[in-house]
């Protein structure tokens, strides 16, 4: 199986984890991930604050190029996903303003988007049935006994209209996914509760006092770790926890720890509060 793939500028950087495990777990299970060619930043969650305009060119430029391949996007950052998926909604709902940016941008790249393109976001992709059934079956290391909570924050169900794959107000494809794994998950109802977002630096002290309440939650509800798919809900927990020490892994960390991968060290090293003790207390390295 071939996608299209997005890795935004996270997985080339502060979440590198989550991009080689994401690949990893691809290879092992026989997709090809095809990247972008050429593909520049998405303005991600801050742009839309700065410049209008901008907002919806860049990413836009990224589905054009997309588009031409072909293939289905697969995208795994959340932030990308979102402002991915509500372009693509702004461009189909075909208003003045998205004809002149859907104009502008094609004067740069060469044609206009078509609004035909399949935009899933990783969580999405594995969730399928095809993909599942096959996970199942790779299976050699099931998480038996890992007590977890799944985490999806604000980005990935929100504004529903545009992005959500899941119910937006009870998503359970996380959920299911870790329970297919084997991992025991954990009741709870803050999985969709904001971590602060892109407040990180303009505000961090609210995103210590929401991020701290997420990591008191999760142990109330009895889990070891939490488990996200949003590389700036990973940071903003995984480094403002006052020594607590709770793992923050992404799914396809557990997925490749199910798996057996043997490269899992060059991941699980990057993290700030180190879930390796955790998985080798339950034989998962």
Not at 15 to 29: F, H, I, K, P
Not at 110 to 120: D, N
Not at 184 to 191: D, F
Not at 212 to 233: D, F, H, N, S
């Amino acid at each position: 199986m071939k996608v299209g793939y997005y890795p935004g500028c996270s997985l080339h950087s502060t979440a590198a984890d989550y991009g080689l495990s994401t690949e990893a777990v691809c290879r092992q299970m026989n997709i090809e991930l095809a990247e972008i060619p050429d593909w520049n930043c998405c303005g991600a969650t801050p742009a839309h604050s700065t410049n209008e305009f901008l907002a919806k060119a860049l990413p836009l430029r990224n589905l054009v190029l997309a588009e031409g391949t072909g293939l289905d996007l697969v995208v795994p950052c959340t932030g990308c996903y979102n402002v991915c998926r509500q372009t693509h909604g702004f461009i189909n709902r075909g208003s003045a303003k998205a004809h002149d940016v859907n104009g502008t941008v094609a004067s740069i790249v060469g044609k206009k988007y078509q609004g035909q393109l399949k935009i899933m976001h990783l969580l999405e992709f594995f969730s399928q049935d095809e993909i599942m059934g096959d996970l199942k079956t790779r299976v050699i290391r099931p998480l038996t006994g890992l007590r977890v909570v799944p985490y999806y924050g604000c980005l990935m169900m929100r504004p529903a209209e545009d992005v959500a794959f899941d119910d937006p107000e009870q998503p359970q494809k996380l959920d299911r996914m870790l329970e297919t794994l084997g991992a025991e998950v954990k009741p709870w109802s803050y999985k969709m509760d904001c971590c602060g977002g892109s407040f990180a630096i303009p505000k961090a002290d609210i995103v210590t006092d929401l991020t701290g309440e997420l990591v008191k939650q999760a142990k109330r509800a009895g889990a070891e770790a939490m488990v996200t798919a949003c590389p700036l809900c990973q940071a903003n927990i995984d480094t403002r926890q006052a020594n607590s020490g709770m793992p923050i892994l992404y799914f396809t960390e557990l997925i490749a720890a199910a798996l057996g991968l043997p490269e899992q060290n060059s991941w699980l090293a990057k993290h700030i509060s180190d879930p390796r003790p955790l998985l080798k207390s339950h034989e998962l390295i």
